[in-house]
T-cell receptor, first 110, second 112 residues
Framework: QKEVEQNSGPLSVPEGAIASLNCTYSDRGSQSFFWYRQYSGKSPELIMSIYSNGDKEDGRFTAQLNKASQYVSLLIRDSQPSDSATYLCAVNLSGYALNFGKGTSLLVTP | NAGVTQTPKFRILKIGQSMTLQCTQDMNHNYMYWYRQDPGMGLKLIYYSVGAGITDKGEVPNGYNVSRSTTEDFPLRLELAAPSQTSVYFC???????????FGQGTRLTVV
């Protein structure tokens, strides 16, 4: 079973700070990587995708990928209370479906 | 633009009953998926389909069946409901390959 590992948290950061969420994966053949945000009682919502090593920025979000270390991270700058949610890391190994981590709960305190 | 639509949103079943969770998408995606999500356990793949007439098992297929007669629809069938199938079920679709998936709003199922 290909594993996607995340720290379950909760990760607590003050409003305006940078939140750093991390994810490791077990299979070096993984080709694409995604971050989803899930509010309580809601469905997962795609916020970032990354396919190659390095950084990808979109507004306050930056995804970082290091395939050699099998590590992908999400940085949220200027965190807001509305960012409080569970963040799911997903990896597409086979080209057929996404394999998800258990998610990291983020709490942004005013 | 509706995206991925699931029905029903909530359902309570008795042990041994059967039901079908409906899923339809209007994005002309070839790939469709069924996941279940238990508290603190992330999303686990039940079944997926890469096109009409083609389905395959995911990580946790036991107790479920699927069919894909059209590009738009991908129903999930529970034949003999068990308490272990109490969960939130998400249908998703995507263009396939190594691209992202888009999720429906989910069905919360309780088996008592």
């Amino acid at each position: 079973q290909k594993e996607v590992e995340q720290n379950s948290g909760p990760l607590s950061v003050p409003e305006g700070a940078i939140a750093s969420l991390n994810c490791t994966y077990s299979d070096r053949g993984s080709q694409s990587f995604f971050w989803y945000r899930q509010y309580s009682g809601k469905s997962p919502e795609l916020i970032m995708s990354i396919y190659s090593n390095g950084d990808k920025e979109d507004g306050r979000f930056t995804a970082q990928l290091n395939k050699a270390s099998q590590y992908v991270s999400l940085l949220i700058r200027d965190s807001q209370p509305s960012d409080s949610a569970t963040y799911l890391c997903a990896v597409n190994l086979s080209g057929y479906a996404l394999n998800f981590g258990k998610g990291t709960s983020l709490l942004v305190t005013p | 633009n509706a995206g991925v639509t699931q029905t029903p949103k909530f359902r309570i079943l008795k042990i041994g009953q059967s039901m079908t969770l409906q899923c339809t998408q209007d994005m002309n995606h070839n790939y469709m998926y069924w996941y279940r999500q238990d508290p603190g356990m992330g999303l686990k793949l039940i079944y997926y389909s890469v096109g009409a007439g083609i389905t395959d098992k995911g990580e946790v297929p036991n107790g479920y069946n699927v069919s894909r007669s059209t590009t738009e629809d991908f129903p999930l069938r529970l034949e003999l409901a068990a308490p272990s199938q109490t969960s939130v079920y998400f249908c998703a679709s995507g263009a396939g390959g190594f691209t992202e998936a888009f999720f429906g709003q989910g069905t919360r199922l309780t088996v008592v």
